[in-house]
């Protein structure tokens, strides 16, 4: 296997606080890890960052994703890559019908790659394809984006996002928060039929229940901005039993 | 610079030499009219900052230039050279510098009948008696009882000095197939005013869905047009009003519209305007008829040095009128931008609703916009709301547009798309694709 995520030494500030903390993490390809630790710990920074999102101030180390420097990437030029968060909130863009969303995105990446863009009869096509897969109505495509969703549809129009865009990076930010059991399901399995030998994941969560369903390989501790332990699934259901603490502690 | 009040003299001194030479002299009401407005006007003067309606920007340009109405240019225009009739459009009548010079159409449908106010003066004078009011009845009336006729100079102003208009006038429970298109090309001399004044008339039961087409000037000279349109609705008829406003940067354009509603009736306003200059909106409506309805929706798209203004009243007269004001402005670079709404519901009225909604987006820190939202409400049952917003892109929605690999400037041309799409989606499905070619080149990302 060979690595697609080289996360070294990284320091990051918010508003002049330093919520990182010489962060190091490897990823490789087809590997699924999880991310668990206490508020405040800084999950959702390191999400952040790696999407580009602006605000977040890395003071040193790198971030090296396909061998090149992730950092120096502006946003959309990430998503083109491959880079996908699934938004812990996803935004409303009220206006803007779902299918233009995808389709704008998607034909914005293929450009970008040096690809044919889709037009609208191919798009469509692929797109009932995977809200089908994905067992989704196709009445959310002209509905505007997130807007009026329920919690549990606004996930599953991540996920919907996420497997039109094929990425090969994809960061789960706390996608089973809000969620009931039923929904959890729907959306764990919609992103375990995403998973490929390619597919590196970033699972953040609070919870053993997401794992439950998502099986990562690796499962990393995050407290106090650096990974503190890192074990495989059995680490996840430790923490059920000890908590944070215990585990901090004993590390 | 010239004194104020040498231009006010220039004008009556205008009209007079001019007088011989403006339709409807024959007509004893209407020399009677345009005398007065004179008068009136001579008395009022431009309004300035002092007048409520009015002060929010100065108009550049406006009251320290006389503006001649002799034209220079000749209004003849090789029509060849001219865009093509939408096979949509039933009647096309094209103005150039202000004077009609064709009327394309196939044969009419019966009852419909459209063309010059200069043709309707020689052949049927009766139809236009009182339906062009004395300059005198626009005057505001305000809330403590005082008549302004201030505001509306320029109505008097048009009603001196106008040459030529458009008439529809659509027989009882006529539907008009298509749509009627009111056309303006123009390659105006320096210093130029010219004066429209137009009259749509709907007998009831009748339906019918009209475009004025403002285009841009050929040349950018300091050109000033005022086009007033008196809008009559009989009882259960529906009339669809579309107002494309473009403009060069030294082009001043104001544009009333009075509209009366009798039982029943139904009037649609869509006013897109992307003049690069100064461009002035004023949609009066009357509600006289219980069960008549208004629909106002505005999108002002200003940048560079433009300015644009939208004023609205709706006047709730009766019981169980309806209402809705949707007006959306994005302004960009240093331009400029008012919104003045005004609902108001007489004593009486009862039943009333009435909604306003008015949301700016700028796009650049020297953009400025003004909004005032107004209620007057003098009676007890009604149901008035009214919500002004201004804001800027949303940041949180940038990232995510380019987190799914959106480019940032097409990320923003989105954004903004999806804000003017409020005003776009509810143009009919007929004019839906020149709305759309309308703004684009504007805002408009074309997907």
Partial sequence: MTIALEIKDLHVEVSDKKILKGLSLNIEHG???????????????LASVLAGKEGYNVISGSVKYLGNNLLDMPTDERAAAGVFLAFQYPVEIPGVATSTFVRTALNAQRRHRGEVELDAIEFLKLARAKAKELEMSEDFFKREVNVGFSGGEKKRAEVFQMSMLSPILAILDETDSGLDIDALKIVAEGVNKLRNDKLCGIVITHYQRLLEYLKPDTVHILADGKIVKTGDKSLALVLEEKGYQGIIEAS | MTNISDIKNRYSESYNSMLPTLPGLELDWMKILRDDAIKQFHQDGFPDKSVEEWNVNSFRGLMDIFYNTQQENSYEIDLSSIEKKDPDCLVRVIFNNGKIINIEHDELPEGVKVNSLNFFIKNNPDFLKGKIK?????????????????????????????????????????????????????????????????????????????????????????????????????????LSYNRFISGNSNNIHINNVHAQ?????????????????????????????????????????????????????????????????????????????????????????????????????????????????????????????????????????????QSRGIPENQARKLLINSFSNTIINNISKILIKRAKNFILGEFNEND
């Fill in chain 1, 31 to 45: 590997e699924m890890a999880a991310i668990m630790g206490p508020n405040g710990a800084g999950k959702s920074t």
């Fill in chain 2, 134 to 238: 004395p300059a005198n009845e626009y005057s505001e009336s305000r809330l403590s009882n005082i008549i302004d006729s201030r505001p509306q100079s320029i109505v008097a102003l048009n009603a001196a000095f106008h040459e030529d208009g458009a008439i529809v006038n659509i027989d009882k429970n006529i539907e008009v197939p298509g749509y009627i298109e009111l056309m303006h090309i123009g390659d105006y001399t320096d210093n130029t005013m010219k004066h429209i004044r137009s009259v749509i008339f709907l007998d009831k039961g009748s339906k019918c869905e009209v475009i004025e087409n403002i285009q841009s000037h050929k040349n950018n000279n300091m050109v000033f047009t005022s086009h007033v349109a008196d809008i009559h609705l009989c009882e259960g008829a529906t």
């Fill in chain 2, 261 to 401: 509603l009798d039982k029943n009736s139904k009037f649609i306003s869509n006013s897109l305007i992307n003049s690069e200059g100064q461009a002035r909106n004023e949609v009066r409506v009357n509600l006289l008829g219980q069960g008549s309805s208004s629909n106002i929706n505005v999108l002002m798209m200003g940048a560079k040095k433009s300015m644009h203004e939208t004023l609205t009243k709706v006047k709730h007269a009766t019981k169980n009128t309806k209402s809705e004001q949707i007006i959306r402005t994005i302004l960009d670079e240093r331009s400029r931008g008012s919104f003045q709404g005004k609902i108001r519901v007489d004593e009486g009225a009862d039943g009333t609703l009435a909604e306003m909604s008015g949301k700016s987006l700028l796009l650049s820190n020297d953009a400025r916009i003004n909004s005032k939202p107004e209620l007057e409400i003098l009676a007890d049952d009604v149901k008035c709301s009214h919500g002004v917003t201004v804001g800027t892109l949303s940041k949180e929605q940038l990232f995510y547009l």
